[in-house]
Every structure is written in structure tokens, then in C-alpha cells.
């Protein structure tokens, strides 16, 4: 028997201050997708007053948040505003956390070290359970697999990716055909090749020579193609710098980045742009999603980078 599809749901869409042009971009590509508002207002000693505008006609409709946290502070007030929903009688709730910022903060190596990653997804375990059973909790390329298992059975989370963005950007490139994906440790080729069964694939390595750590070609021929690096996210970039030396070193014609998490703590993106005739541009594309707003607004319209827009991703999601 053919299972018989559910009508389109019509959902309610709050959004963070930080995340407004992406939850407009929602908005547009889906019909479902209903733009509401929240006044972001502050005491005079800094805390959080908040009001959430029609609240009393949430009661009974589907209602989801587009959240941010891209700094502590940011953590409080959307957490405030986060828990506030499912209380207002609403049908369903889902959160939907592009970036789950505290994800490569999840073990300890020695007694004494805190994992944030666990700590956040407590307390994200502790939003209340809507009308219509536990949230929904949308996380794109989580750093480490295994925090899935960090969020309680009052949550459901689902784990999205931002690689089948990549993947239709690779296509419309004039040398599709001349791509070779590079991963640039064994933690990214566990996480992702399963996603590039089509491409020819090459693995990097960091290997310790006394106090550094240097970064080789471990398996994969790169000479002549268009060599594309893919990770989760960056951070200082070093490591994406370091790869690319091997990998032209190595002979490979282009070299170009995605990650989807384009963290890029004080503007360490600077490194990354094209400078003005310049012939060690090293980067011919650098593509990040926009699940993290601030990256996105500073790098617009600077080369290589490229954004990748997570909202039709989104939006589909919210019809799960």
C-alpha cells in the first residue's frame, strides 16, 4: 500500500536577531513559512526583556525558532525565548540550530576539563515538551557524531548537512568533470566520503615533528585536477592553509574549500581573500554556508568566498 502524503503544514517562524535575512530567505522559498516577530528589548542593567508579538494566537498552530548563538550572552536570551514557546499551547515546536557552537568542545583529555558541548545539549534537553510531544531540534554537520548522544530523550534532534550544496555547486563549475575531493584529516573522511561515492577522493594527515605538526598527502593523486578541501568548519584556517601548500606542492591545478561552518573568530577570513593582481591567490573558491550570520555579512562580496544558502535545506525541514 502507498504510504499517502501529509498535507503541507503552515508553521510560524521566530527568528533571532542575528539570523533575520536567513529566515526571510525561508520565508520566500517556502509558502508554509509564516515570518512572526519578537521585540528584543533590554533592562537598563543589561538582562534580557523580551516580548514575543502574538503569542495568544500560537495556540494551536505550528511554531518553530531560528536561533544563533553566537556569543554566551546570545545563549541566555534565545534560551529564554526558546523555552517561552512550547508554553503557549502551541501544536508542534522545532528549533532549528544551524551551528552547534560549543560541538568541538565535547571530550575531555584530562581531569579538569569541561565539556561545553554536553552542557549546552542539556540544556537544550530541557526545552518543554509542546501539545504535540518534544521539539524538534535541526543541527547541520555537528562536529562530532557522537553528541547525538548527548541530548535527552525529551528532544528529538536531527542532524542535517550542507554537502548536497556543495554538490550542486560543484556541478555548474566549467571543470565538474576535473574535481577531486580532499579531506584534510581522517576524522573529515570518516564524517563525509560516504557523500562523494562519484568523486575521486585524497586524504591529508597531520603528522608530529618535534614541537609542530605538519600536514601530508597521505593517499590520493592530485596532479592536474581541481582539488576541493571539505570540512565541518574553520577556525583560525590553518590547517585548510596548510593543505593547500601540500596539495599545489603536489601538483594539483586548483585548490578550493568548503566548510559549512565558517566560524572565522577575529576576522581570521582576512587571510583567505584575494588580493588585487596578486598571483598567490591560493584559494580559487571558499565556500561556507550561512549558519553562522555574522561570517556571512563580513565576507559578502569578497573573493574566493562564496555562500551557500542552508534555506531551502531549512525549510523542507520544518515540514518533517
Known sequence: MALVKCPKKQVNLFYSLDCEELAHKVALLSPHVILQNIKWRSFADGFPN???????ELRGQHVAFLASFSSPAQVFE????????????????????????TGS????EEEGDVATAFTLARMLSNIPISRGGPTSLVIYDIHALQERFYFGDEVLPLFE???????????QLPDADNVVIAFPDDGAWKRFHKLFDNFSVVVCTKVREGDKRIVRLKEGHVSGHHVVIVDDLVQSGGTLVECQKVLAANGAAKVSAYVTHGVFPNQ??????HKSGSLENAFSYF??????????????????FEVLSLAGSIADALQI
Do not use: H
Open 50 to 56: 523580551i516580548y514575543i508579538n502574538n503569542a495568544e
Open 78 to 101: 534565545q534560551l529564554s525565548v526558546i523555552y517561552a514557546l512550547p508554553r503557549l499551547f502551541v501544536a508542534s515546536f522545532t528549533l532549528v540550530l544551524p551551528f552547534f557552537p
Open 105 to 108: 568542545f565535547e571530550r575531555m
Open 161 to 171: 548537512t550542507g554537502i548536497p550544496l556543495l554538490r550542486q555547486r560543484l556541478s
Open 268 to 273: 581570521s577570513w582576512e587571510r583567505f581573500l
Open 287 to 304: 565556500w561556507i554556508t550561512d549558519s553562522c550570520p555574522l561570517t556571512v555579512k563580513a565576507i559578502a562580496n569578497k573573493a574566493p
